[in-house]
């Protein structure tokens, strides 16, 4: 006999700080026994349509492949793109991936009031919003689980023109906690110098 698929409430929201500008998600996710799970996230430069997918894409990847999921969300962009089939003009990267992450499970989508007196999106909102301003207090919660943010023509350049002035010992290298390019000044340094990486980079000595 089959094993009964595991059931989950997800409350996931986003935040903007400026439409682009610095942003978040946070997600809450509760199991079937009440076990709650709390998680949110940054990205440097975005919308505030990209963090309410985003938020979307990881309340359900925090749930396993063929678990029965309710998705809640105060985004009419996201709740109805999903079930009234809304006109997708961008973000289609986003979209991409929250279409495979519910063609694994059997998802159903819900839209809340934001700012209500639901408190669970509530809590979903604070956590977005301290994403939004890099406090990553969530429970389970990466350093940086951020949004890949293509590189651009410009990047190129600069990086390029800079890898010329580079003193010896120096090079170029991508942050393992945050993703953006630094100058590295001696071998093994994986890490820049913002406050959250270096929390890391401090943390991953002591394990």
Known sequence: MAPASREYLVYADGSCLGNPGPGGWGVVVRDRDGHVTELN???PSTTN??????????????????AVVTLRSDSQYVVNSMTLHWKRNKNQDLWELLDAETKSRRVSFEWVRGHGDDPTNNRADELALSGANRRLIADGASMLRREPRASNNDDLIVETELSILL??????????????????RRAGEDYCSLILCQFQARSDLTK
């Open 167 to 184: 003193k010896r010992g120096e090079s170029i290298r991508e942050c393992a906690g945050c993703g953006e390019k630094f100058v590295s």
């Open 49 to 66: 349509n990209r963090m309410e997918l985003m938020a979307a894409i990881e309340g359900l990847r925090a749930t396993e492949p063929g």
């Open 41 to 43: 996230g940054y990205a």
